[in-house]
């Protein structure tokens, strides 16, 4: 079966500083690889997406960049960060058939803090 | 217009009764809808994905989908106290699900 993970669960960081948060998935390949944001008491907002190595596409210009270095590793990135990126961040897979309809499925999620 | 848009609520149900939930949504071409549902402070987990006209049931939830009218709904069947949660619309067009901000469901003991 497949599996999704990410990390840290939880961070505090202060403004200014670098995040780093990381996803792998388990039990398949070739996944598209997702990152997405819920900010408190809002909807899931799509930030990154990835049909393959190295192949990242972003549907919302901010201070954040993706990066996927392996066929199962999606990392989340920023230089310096801003009160605006807390929230809850979300990576999740889908199968890649080349067509619509792919259920996707999340990891457990990263609380972010920006204090 | 928003890509997808459900009724905010909250939604306040007594136990066992029946749980309405409504999504619209705007391009005319998506073919796949799930439901997920956001326990507070938990990440979505999918309920139910429906992909023709008409109703699909799975235990206590069915979904209903009318292309035409561009209108997808989830009933829960005798709601229980383990229902209260966010329940979140999504709507696939191509391989990015565009999801609902999502409506609250209390169900009252």
């Known amino acids: 079966s497949q599996t999704i993970h990410q990390w840290p669960a939880t961070l505090v960081q202060p403004v200014g500083s670098p995040l780093s948060l990381e996803c792998t998935v388990e039990?398949?390949?070739?996944?598209?690889l997702y990152w997405y944001r819920q900010a408190a008491g809002r909807g899931l907002q799509l930030l990154f997406y990835s049909v393959g190595i190295g192949q990242i596409s972003s549907e919302v210009p901010q201070n954040l960049s993706a990066s996927r270095p392996q066929d199962r590793q999606f990392i989340l990135s920023s230089k310096k960060l801003l009160l605006s990126d807390s929230g809850f961040y979300l990576c999740?897979?889908?199968?890649?058939?080349?067509?619509?309809?792919?259920?996707?499925?999340f990891g457990e999620g990263s609380w972010l803090t920006v204090v | 217009q928003k890509e997808v848009e459900q009724n905010s609520g909250p939604l306040s149900v007594p136990e066992g009764a029946i749980a309405s939930l409504n999504c619209t949504y705007s391009?005319?071409?998506?073919?796949?809808f799930f439901w997920y549902r956001q326990y507070s402070g938990k990440s979505p987990e999918l309920i139910m994905s429906?992909?023709?006209?008409g109703d699909k049931e799975d235990g206590r939830f069915t979904a209903q989908l009318n292309k035409a009218s561009q209108y997808v709904s989830l009933l829960i069947r005798d709601s229980q106290p383990s229902d209260s949660a966010t329940y979140l619309c999504?709507?696939?067009?191509?391989?990015?699900?565009?999801f609902g901000a999502g409506t609250t469901v209390t169900v009252r003991a």
């Open positions: 391009d005319r071409g998506s073919q796949s």
């Open positions: 999504a709507v696939n067009p191509y391989y990015k699900l565009s």
């Open positions: 429906i992909y023709s006209n």
């Open positions: 999740a897979w889908s199968r890649n058939t080349g067509s619509s309809g792919n259920t996707i499925y």
């Open positions: 039990g398949t390949s070739n996944p598209n």
